[in-house]
């Protein structure tokens, strides 16, 4: 099995280590970095709504989209910080993660949730994949290639990237603290005991725990924005594979089942880039 030879942003410590012992020692390169990946976006997703709602930023459109912006641009700009070889890779894992969902409820023939607060799963997809294109489009023709993104959208695609990164930094200008004393409220993190069920539970627990990875993330947010409040992460059994920030509580929670379920679809990776294979 090939080894990862770079350094992980968050949550690779524990799914490295995962894959010499215990039941994810089948996930291939691939698998991990889409585990990975999609981790760190949900927790980003999630952190874009505790800013939203902590801070009181004012949103225009969809909570949800803004999000979603939140989400890729919190990832792009942490994962620009590391200068990481497989950083574009990574970005189509997220995109290709709502079109695994999409072509699958397409094959099960579930019915579009067409009334939901969230962007149809096709619709964050070509959203995902359009912000990616265009943050560098001379660079990146190949995902217009392998995402099938039509011209006609993506011509767009860096104005939407720009604007979205405008509203970041003006987000950043506005909002971060300036302040070199010690903030006066932090993200505390708690370890739920995760489902007996789960295969690797146990494993996927000390893993995140020892990475330090979910620390280093509350800590940053801590340390970058004045919170009214003291808030917390919480590591949780929640009975699906879910995620969510309670406004009233001030609790982000991340479903260890979440987790678990990007490391099962992960396997379905090579069935959906069997057509467009994925750059190195
Ligand atoms: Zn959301």
Redesign the pocket.
Known sequence: MKRLALAPLLLLPMLAQAQQAGPAAELSVDEVRFTVANSEFTLM??M??LLISELQLPVLGR??DA??QLGFMGLFLLQQEQHRDDFYAKLMDVADYWRLEWQNAERNGTELPVWD??ALDAQRFYNIACLAYGSDPDRLDWVLEVSGLPVERALYCPEEYAQAAHAVQWFRDHFGRSDKRPARHRIRVIYDTPPGHLPGGTELLEKIRTSGELEAVAAKASEAFDLPRDLSLRMSTCGAPD???NRISGELTLCYERIAYFRDLAAELPRLRRVSAPPH
């Open positions: 997703h999630e874009g709504h909570e949800e999000a979603d607060s969230h995620a969510w920030f």
